[in-house]
């Protein structure tokens, strides 16, 4: 839960992932860097309520969550280039501002 700010990723580096404990497919995992073992549900996902200040996620992959992001009553939350991959529900939204750009769901 996120009762605060976060700032994820960057422009030009590799995505930063959100994803199960059983996924092993993330990019440099020396032990099993093919095999994606998460299912939708690992994890509940990232929750924002009455946060109060800004946040971006940008180049962020989410993964294998319940819930995906849900975000009440917070102030503006930027996504840019974000992928929800096998998550149960991508983004709930409810009293707060969202700016979404280039944003894919699988």
């Known amino acids: 839960n996120i009762f ?8 030009d580096g590799e ?5 199960s404990v059983f996924d092993e497919s993330v990019p440099n995992n020396p032990d099993n860097p093919d095999f994606d073992y998460g299912i939708p ?12 200040e800004n946040s ?14 849900s975000i009440l009553n917070s102030n503006l939350i ?9 998550n149960n529900e991508g983004i709930f939204v ?3 501002p969202v700016k979404m750009e280039d944003i894919s769901f699988e």
């Open 4 to 11: 605060g700010s976060i700032e994820v990723g960057s422009v």
């Open 56 to 69: 971006y996620f940008i180049n962020t992959i989410i993964k294998h969550s319940d819930k995906g992001i």
């Open 15 to 19: 995505p930063v992932y959100f994803t």
């Open 78 to 86: 930027d996504f840019g280039k974000v992928l929800f991959h096998k």
């Open 94 to 96: 409810m009293n707060s």
């Open 41 to 52: 549900g690992d994890w509940s996902g990232i929750n924002f309520y009455n946060s109060l």
